[in-house]
């Protein structure tokens, strides 16, 4: 399987601040990386699919990059209610597709 | 817009089948592929399998031997077992729909707690 690796697994930060969240893959997955953000007690929202393109709907302050194993995803400028937990997942394997263990981002 | 709605039982016995329901509104179950996956309590989220009415499924390798995925299209639902659960399937459940194995819309979730 693919591993993904989250980095940090935890950050606090402000309103206003710019955020950045690390995602890595075990293994070349090109641009097969989709990103998500969890509130508790909520459903899982499609925020960024094939690593870059941004879900109709979604925030403009929202953005990521990467390809390869390296993937970045970008909060340019925290809003009250981005305070959640993001996952990425690859979506290169499609027989075993795997998610990322989660950054959560709390409020400083 | 597509809607999705996990369904079933709160509580399972271990040794038994965990059986869920996801129904569809706003959409054709015969469209699309259909997927769910679990987040076990303080752990990440884990993909359990997909389907699709041309009949393509796919199983998470590590559950392959204990897990069948299968729709209903006269009830625009699909539906998940998992046999001979034990603790480690304590999770909460979600269904999503998938477009290029990405995941878009899910449904809210249903917790499922293995317990004698």
């Known amino acids: 399987d693919i591993q993904m690796t989250q980095s940090p697994s935890s950050l606090s930060a402000s309103v206003g601040d710019k955020v950045t969240i690390t995602c890595r893959a075990s293994?070349?997955?090109?641009?097969?990386l989709n990103w998500y953000q969890h509130e508790p007690g909520k459903a899982p929202k499609l925020l960024i699919y094939s690593a870059s393109t941004l879900r109709a709907g979604v925030p403009s302050r929202f953005s990521g990059s990467g390809s390869g194993t390296h993937f970045t995803l970008t909060i340019s400028s925290l809003q009250p209610e981005d305070f959640a937990t993001y996952y990425c997942?690859?979506?290169?394997?499609?027989?075993?597709?795997?998610f990322g263990g989660g950054t959560k981002v709390d409020i400083k | 817009q597509v809607q999705l709605q996990e369904s079933g039982p709160g509580v399972v016995k271990p040794s038994e089948t965990l059986s869920l329901t996801c129904t569809v509104t706003g959409g054709s179950i015969s469209s699309y592929y259909w997927t769910w996956i679990r987040q076990s309590p303080g752990k990440g989220l884990e993909w359990i399998a997909y389907?699709?009415?041309?009949?393509?499924?796919k199983y998470n390798p590590s559950l392959k031997s204990r897990v069948t995925i299968s729709l209903d299209p006269s009830r625009n639902q699909f539906l998940l077992n998992l046999t001979s659960v034990t603790a480690a399937d304590t999770a909460v459940y979600y269904c999503?729909?998938?477009?290029?194995?990405?995941?878009?819309?899910w449904g809210p979730g249903t917790l499922v707690t293995v317990s004698s």
């Open positions: 389907t699709s009415k041309i009949g393509s499924t």
């Open positions: 997942q690859q979506s290169k394997d499609t027989l075993a597709l795997t």
């Open positions: 293994q070349i997955i090109d641009n097969y």
């Open positions: 999503a729909k998938s477009t290029s194995y990405s995941f878009d819309p």
